[in-house]
């Protein structure tokens, strides 16, 4: 199974990709990457259609859900342990591009 690659990040803990897959049970996911890209392994956030990435003021990694399966919800994520359990902290509507106030 293919999955198309909508957003990527470079994050100091490591490269990031989110993934849409429009066919099948699964949404997509987040991917992630400690050697430059290299190899790339699945985090986390599987049936989750992931449309953006961002990272907030105390450095943790953001992602907005504009794509959710019957399991999922769409909003916004957190992130804190490099993409291995993601928190809701925004459930609404689809989520579009996720951009983070630096100055709080």
Known sequence: MSFF???TIIYPRG????SVNWIGPNAGGVYRSFD????????????HGIYSFAIDIDSNLL???HVATFSSSPGIYRCTD?????????NQAYIGPVVVDPFG
């Open 15 to 18: 490269k990031f990709a989110g």
């Open 82 to 90: 490099q993409g291995i359990i993601w928190e809701n902290i925004y």
């Open 36 to 47: 430059q890209g290299d190899t790339w392994e699945l985090s986390g956030m599987i049936g």
């Open 5 to 7: 690659i909508l957003t």
């Open 63 to 65: 992602v907005g859900v």
